[in-house]
């Protein structure tokens, strides 16, 4: 049976930008752009789990997120199911806790950028609602 890993992922957008995480090397789809978050926790809902990943990753404060949709993706060696949620309402300025680099990319930009395979649909979805500038 294939693993399944439970990840809350944040869609954090600011005056038609969204903030992008690099992955680290040693990580699967490691050297690519991603929308920030991590697991969810046992016992955390998918709200409590981005919040606490974006105040330990990349230094904000979720103040409230919408759920926007999820999705599983297979890969060979796992599945991931994504939990993605937009945040709108947050405090702090964005940086890279862990060491990663971290930047606000127009939403007219993101065709520039190498992401986990996963995360195509969210690209797709993003583009489609929120438009290309």
Known sequence: MTKVVHVAVGIILRQQQVLLALRPDKLHQGGRWEFPGGKVEAGESTAQALARELAEEVA???????????????????????DIHLVQDFSGEAQGLEGQPV???????????????????????????????
């Open 103 to 133: 930047r606000w990319v127009p939403l007219s930009e993101l065709g520039q950028y190498q992401f986990p395979d996963a995360n195509q649909p969210i690209l797709d979805k993003l583009l489609a609602e929120f438009g290309r500038l």
């Open 60 to 82: 904000l404060q979720v103040h409230s997120s919408t759920p926007w949709f999820d999705l599983t993706y297979d890969y060979p060696e796992k599945t991931v199911r994504l």
